[in-house]
């Protein structure tokens, strides 16, 4: 279902449509031009799983699929400007299939890129996204970790004086390494996409993220080690049974949310700890 409602400057509701009118805004001073507003207003319609469900949990795509909610216009800029990115860099393909819509009996997907690869039998599929520096940081393995200070020899530094007199002195340091790689729902997605192709006679020789940075060269994007503003991540390619098992799965719990018109609370990896249903989650409101 599509957004009904969005949230005014000053925290209060007006629906769409009404903002929308001419002369609709509520405050008399919009916070946006229309144009903009249409833009973030605009939601697709519930066809089912696809390939980019990877990162949601049954509950939040049921009820995106079938509660009105609202939303900050704001909070939209990033979505619109990874969708004015993904159709400029369309525009400049050439001899390729870009935005190329597949189905199969379990599901429908566009995929961003394919192209023929130039060193190796096969084609390279890749996927653009913009994230932000953090996100690029997990995606590369790039973690801050909590370390102890040590003194010369080795043993612990403490306090001598103070409020934390006797506790371990500690600092921050970044750590990089496979096992903090965090790209899950990017590794399915892309996956999805290649069993699209392959199963019509395109065989995929490498997959990969094509990352733009939104806050590439600023101090916050630098303090997560991220200094380049474009990054190309490669994708490793996963048994096409764990792929396929994987998206059943989900889409057997979303019917099952349909039936029963509700599905359990997202999982704590999924709802980022609850991160996600706080601050970003624009149906969290009827979680709680």
């Not at 990162?55 to 699929?65: I, T």
């Not at 990089?176 to 392959?198: G, S, T």
Request: charged share 30%; with cysteine.
């Amino acid at each position: 279902m599509p957004a009904k409602w969005f949230i005014c400057p000053d925290e209060q509701r007006i629906e769409i449509d009404k903002c929308l009118e001419f002369g609709g805004c509520r405050l008399k001073n919009r916070c946006a031009p229309i144009a903009y507003l249409r833009a973030a207003s605009f939601d697709r319609k519930w066809k089912g799983i696809s390939p980019s469900s990877a990162g949601s949990d049954a509950r939040l795509l049921w009820l995106k699929a079938t509660k009105p909610y609202a939303v900050k216009p704001a909070s939209r800029a990033f979505s619109l400007l990874g969708t004015a990115v993904h159709g400029k860099l369309a525009l400049h393909d050439y001899n390729i299939l870009a935005e190329e819509t597949l189905s199969d009996e379990q599901m429908q997907g566009t995929a961003d890129l394919l192209e023929r690869d130039e060193y190796n039998e096969g084609y390279i599929l890749t996927d653009y996204k913009t994230f932000g520096s953090y996100k690029v940081a997990r995606c590369l393995g790039i973690k801050q970790v909590t370390v102890q200070i040590q003194g010369e020899n080795g043993e612990p530094v403490r306090f001598k004086s103070g409020q934390r007199k006797g506790e371990i002195k500690t600092k921050k340091e970044i750590e990089i390494k496979p096992e903090y790689v965090d790209m899950d729902a990017e590794i399915m997605q892309l996956n999805r996409y290649r069993i699209f192709f392959e199963n019509n006679g395109f065989p995929v020789s490498k997959m990969q993220l094509f990352c733009i940075v939104r806050d590439g060269g600023t101090r916050q994007a630098k303090s997560n080690m991220i200094n380049e503003n474009i990054y190309t991540i490669p994708i490793p390619r996963l048994d096409d049974k764990k792929i396929l098992n994987f998206y059943d799965e989900l889409d057997r719990k979303v019917k099952a949310a349909f039936e029963q018109n509700d599905a359990p609370r997202c999982s704590t990896e999924l709802s980022w700890d609850g991160r996600r249903c706080k601050s970003f989650c624009e149906v969290s409101e009827y979680c709680f």
